[in-house]
């Protein structure tokens, strides 16, 4: 009995609460594993991407006011910050003159925010505790959609979908590197080792492994249609990312795809549990959630979402 105990509890353990971005719900939900919602946080018009503060006490969500980054308007100027184990609103943080906010990577030291900004076009230094802007710095490119940090928190690497570069911009100086991407880039990964970054470019339909001491792409490698959001497995050796219609995997060590699944509509995001087993892909408009095995490179299940919500990031609950 008491090994039967156990194991039921072990499971359990495993079988992490969801937290969601409900794009279209204006909210960030929290699920049991089961997709069941056991509540929500009510937020601003249209959030975007999700991201934990260090200590994984908070959640930050761009709250960026347009349901598409290629829809006309103003848009929000704010980030939402949730307190995951009261599951309510803390506060914001107010960017100013600063509109439609939407990639977000946390520096590995002092846990301030870097953030792209679409309106105008640009990237953000900002300080979460002081819930303010600390510097702003520009991309030289226009719609700046995501952003990643280098292992040491020098440099801040933003796709610059609108203009087709990637900018590699230097948080000390300011001084910005370009590098010609091709038609709207989206996400990157950056390796342990700071060598190398690898970057989905949609409307290429290839990921790009650029070689960041020469700032060059060194080999692009083929996808299927309009590759986003990405991420690193087997140690490094492979990418998963999401497609237009599934997900689909990437060997590294022979520079080709290996692997797709198709899913019954479009993710718009992707991100890995906490294990890296497992990737959760957000189908916005058919209101699921699709669990696949990234190991196993098959879907595992669906979890449906309340119409309407119109789920995006998800992630583990902390």
């Known amino acids: 009995?008491?090994?039967?105990?156990?194991?039921?509890?072990?499971?359990?353990?495993?079988?992490?609460?969801?937290?969601?971005?409900?794009?279209?719900?204006?909210?960030?939900?929290?699920?049991?594993?089961?997709?069941?919602?056991?509540?929500?946080?009510?937020?601003?018009?249209?959030?975007?991407?999700?991201?934990?503060?260090?200590?994984?006490?908070?959640?930050?969500?761009?709250?960026?006011?347009?349901?598409?980054?290629t829809d006309p308007g103003k848009g929000g100027n704010s980030i939402a910050i949730v307190d995951l184990a009261a599951r309510k609103l803390a506060g914001r943080i107010d960017l100013g003159d600063n509109y439609r906010p939407h990639g977000m990577d946390i520096h590995p030291r002092t846990g301030h925010l870097v953030v792209t900004v679409e309106g105008p076009a640009g990237l953000l230094l900002v300080d979460p505790v002081a819930r303010k802007v600390l510097k702003r710095y520009d991309t030289k490119g226009q719609a700046p959609h995501m952003v990643t940090l280098d292992p040491a928190g020098e440099v801040a690497w933003v796709s610059n979908s609108g203009s087709g570069t990637?900018?590699?911009?230097?948080?000390?100086?300011?001084?910005?590197?370009?590098?010609?991407?091709?038609?709207?880039?989206?996400?990157?990964?950056?390796?342990?080792?700071?060598?190398?970054?690898?970057?989905?470019?949609?409307?290429?339909?290839?990921?790009?492994?650029?070689?960041?001491?020469?700032?060059?792409?060194?080999?692009?490698?083929?996808?299927?249609?309009?590759?986003?959001?990405?991420?690193?497995?087997?140690?490094?050796?492979?990418?998963?990312?999401?497609?237009?219609?599934?997900?689909?995997?990437?060997?590294?060590?022979?520079?080709?795809?290996?692997?797709?699944?198709?899913?019954?509509?479009?993710?718009?995001?992707?991100?890995?549990?906490?294990?890296?087993?497992?990737?959760?892909?957000?189908?916005q408009d058919e209101d699921q959630i699709a669990i696949v095995d990234v190991v196993g490179k098959k879907v595992m299940s669906y979890l449906k979402t309340p119409a309407g919500s119109g789920p995006d990031p998800v992630l583990d609950l902390p």
């Open 166 to 283: 990637l900018a590699g911009v230097n948080l000390s100086t300011g001084e910005v590197k370009l590098i010609e991407a091709g038609k709207n880039p989206q996400q990157s990964v950056m390796r342990k080792d700071g060598k190398f970054l690898y970057l989905t470019v949609s409307e290429s339909n290839v990921i790009h492994e650029i070689e960041i001491a020469r700032g060059r792409i060194m080999r692009s490698i083929p996808t299927g249609n309009f590759p986003a959001r990405l991420a690193f497995y087997n140690n490094e050796k492979g990418l998963i990312y999401n497609t237009i219609t599934g997900v689909a995997w990437t060997d590294l060590t022979v520079g080709k795809e290996v692997a797709r699944a198709e899913l019954p509509g479009r993710p718009l995001s992707m991100l890995l549990a906490k294990d890296g087993r497992q990737a959760y892909l957000g189908i």
């Open 1 to 69: 009995m008491k090994i039967l105990t156990f194991f039921f509890v072990l499971v359990l353990g495993l079988a992490q609460d969801l937290v969601v971005v409900e794009k279209k719900g204006h909210a960030l939900g929290f699920y049991s594993r089961d997709g069941v919602r056991q509540g929500g946080v009510a937020l601003k018009q249209h959030p975007h991407e999700l991201l934990y503060s260090r200590d994984k006490k908070f959640a930050y969500v761009t709250e960026n006011g347009m349901l598409w980054m």
